[in-house]
C-alpha cells in the first residue's frame, strides 16, 4: 500500500531549481549579458582591425618593394647618361678645337646636345632624391603598421585568454547549482530481503533517482553543455542530497517497492572541474593557488560508478544494499565500499574496492565447479 507523507520540503525549499550564488552568476543575472559574448564581440572588432592593418601592411610592403625597383633602374639610367653627357662633351670639345681652324664650325648642334645631356643627368638626379625620400617615408609606415600589429596582436592574444577566464568563470557559475528536484523510482527486492531492507532499498534508490536527475538536468542546462558532455567522464561534479522528505512510499505487488521523493541537491565540483570540462589548462582554474592532496574531514566527495558483470539476471550489493542486476549506475563517496556480485550457478565476487573518481567495475563471474 502506498503512503502519503507532507512534504515539508514543499513549503521550505523553493523555487524547484534554485541557482547558488555566486558574485558572477548574480551579476550576470543582473546585466543579462554574457560576459564571453561581450568578448567575442571584442574580439571581432579586435580581428578586423588586425585584418586592415595587415592589408595596409602588405600594400605598404608592395610599395616599398616598387620603389627599390625603381632605384635601381634609376641607378642603371645614371650611369647611362652620365656615359652619354660625357660622350656629349668629348664631342662638344673636338668642335671648339676646329673652330680655332675653321672659324665657321657649327657649335650649337653639339652645345644643345651636351646641354640636354646634362639636364636629363640632373633630372635622373632629382628622380632619385624623390625616390630616396619616399623610401625613407616607407620605411617609417612599414616600422609604424608593425608596432601597431604588434600591439594589436598582443590585446588580441589577451582577450583569447580573458574569453577563456569568462567561459571557465561561466561554467563554475552554472555548475554551483542546488534546488529541490523530485523522483520516483520503483524496485523489485530480492525474496531473500526484510521489509525494512527492501524499503530502505527502495528509498535510497530513489534518491539516488533524484541526484542523477539534478546531475542531467545541471549538464544539459550548461551553456557548453555539447563540449562538457564529452569530457565529462574524468569530471567530479559532487553532486549529493543535503535534506529529503518522502512524498509517497509502499509496496506494489508482492516484491515491487515505489517511492517518491523531494530532495534538497547540491553539486560542489572539485576545483578544476570547468578547465575539465571545457578541456583548457588547469591554470585557469587554479589562479596560482596549489590544490593539496588532503582535504576537509568532513567535506565529501562523490564519484559516479558504474559496476557490469559477464552475466544476465545477476544482484548486485553495496555496502549491504541492494541494487538488482548489472549495469548498476550509483554515485558514491569517495572511499572504501564493499561490492558484491552474485548468480545462481557461480561463484560470488566479493572485494573491498577505493572509490577515487568516476569509473566502471567489470566482474567477471566463474561457474561453481561441480564435485
Not at 681652324?101 to 639636364?119: G, H, I, S, V
Not at 545541471?218 to 518522502?246: C, F, M, P, R, W
Request: charged share 25%; glycine share 4%.
Amino acid at each position: 500500500m502506498i503512503k502519503r507523507h507532507i512534504p515539508a520540503l514543499m513549503l521550505a525549499l523553493s523555487p524547484l531549481w534554485v541557482t547558488t550564488s555566486s558574485v558572477y552568476a548574480e551579476e550576470a543575472a543582473v546585466s543579462q549579458v554574457d560576459p564571453v559574448a561581450t568578448i567575442d564581440s571584442r574580439i571581432d572588432e579586435k580581428k578586423s582591425e588586425i585584418d586592415k592593418i595587415s592589408s595596409q601592411y602588405d600594400a605598404e610592403v608592395a610599395t616599398l618593394q616598387q620603389l627599390k625597383n625603381e632605384k635601381e633602374k634609376l641607378e642603371r639610367t645614371s650611369k647611362e647618361l652620365d656615359a652619354k653627357k660625357n660622350r656629349a662633351k668629348a664631342a662638344l670639345d673636338k668642335q671648339y678645337s676646329r673652330l680655332l681652324e675653321d672659324p665657321n664650325t657649327d657649335l650649337a648642334t653639339f652645345q644643345k646636345q651636351y646641354q640636354q645631356a646634362w639636364a636629363d643627368v640632373k633630372s635622373n638626379q632629382s628622380d632619385l632624391l624623390d625616390n630616396e625620400q619616399s623610401l625613407a617615408e616607407s620605411g617609417i609606415k612599414l616600422s609604424q603598421f608593425k608596432q601597431k600589429l604588434g600591439r594589436l596582436n598582443s590585446d588580441y592574444a589577451n582577450l583569447k585568454e580573458s574569453r577563456v577566464d569568462a567561459r571557465i568563470k561561466r561554467l563554475n557559475a552554472e555548475l554551483t547549482q542546488s534546488g529541490v528536484i523530485k523522483a520516483s523510482y520503483k524496485t523489485t527486492c530480492s525474496s531473500s530481503m526484510t521489509l525494512g531492507e527492501c524499503s530502505r532499498q527502495g528509498i535510497y534508490l530513489t534518491k539516488q533517482q533524484a541526484v542523477s536527475s539534478f546531475r542531467s538536468k545541471l549538464v544539459n542546462g550548461l551553456t557548453e553543455s555539447i563540449l562538457a558532455k564529452q569530457n565529462l567522464k574524468q569530471v567530479q561534479l559532487n553532486v549529493h542530497i543535503s535534506d529529503s522528505q518522502t512524498l509517497k512510499s509502499g509496496f506494489q505487488g508482492n516484491n515491487d517497492y515505489f517511492a517518491e521523493v523531494q530532495a534538497q541537491v547540491q553539486a560542489h565540483p572539485e576545483a578544476t572541474a570547468a578547465c575539465k570540462l571545457l578541456n583548457v589548462s588547469s591554470r585557469y582554474c587554479l589562479n596560482g593557488e596549489v590544490i593539496t592532496v588532503k582535504q576537509h574531514k568532513t567535506e565529501k566527495h562523490w564519484a559516479n560508478i558504474t559496476v557490469r558483470s559477464d552475466q544476465y539476471n545477476d544482484s548486485v550489493t553495496i555496502d549491504g544494499v541492494n541494487y538488482g542486476s548489472t549495469p548498476v549506475d550509483i554515485s558514491l563517496t569517495t572511499g572504501q565500499h564493499r561490492i558484491t556480485v552474485k548468480k545462481n550457478g557461480y561463484e560470488t565476487y566479493n572485494k573491498s574496492v577505493t572509490v577515487n573518481a568516476n569509473d566502471t567495475i567489470w566482474v567477471k563471474l566463474r561457474p561453481v565447479k561441480s564435485n
